[in-house]
């Protein structure tokens, strides 16, 4: 189990830039698949975006060419570059940890922060 605490989020308007935060608590970060999901209101939580522990991404097509997720290993940190934002963009994000081991699946959620894309 890894703890995770996102940070970052605020009110701005569409077309800025922000970026997030998820500072991690735990022995084995760099070993797991780290992610970003959003939920909007009224909606179910979706993917943005994935890393692995070696680098490897992956995005929800909403946000290609606009996100970048990044991770810092030697720091426990993964990150959330948000570019060009636009009103759909608003939502509470969550960063997500996950793991496999022998031993079965380690899963972790932080607490959420919230953006808010608004003219």
């Known amino acids: 189990q890894v703890q995770l605490v996102e940070s970052g989020g605020g009110l701005l308007q569409p077309g800025g830039s922000l970026r997030l935060s998820c500072a991690a608590s735990?022995?084995?970060?760099?070993?797991?698949?780290m992610g970003w999901y959003r939920q909007a209101p009224g909606k179910q939580r979706e993917l943005v975006a994935t890393i692995t522990g070696v680098g490897r991404t992956n995005y929800a097509d909403s946000v290609k060419g606009r996100f970048t997720i990044s991770r810092d290993n030697a720091k426990n940190t993964v990150y959330l570059q948000m570019n060009s934002l636009k009103p759909e963009d608003t939502a509470v994000y969550y960063c997500n940890g996950d793991l496999w081991t022998s031993g079965g699946r380690s899963n972790s959620w932080g607490q959420g922060t919230q953006v808010t894309v608004s003219s």
């Open positions: 735990g022995s084995i970060f760099s070993i797991y698949t």
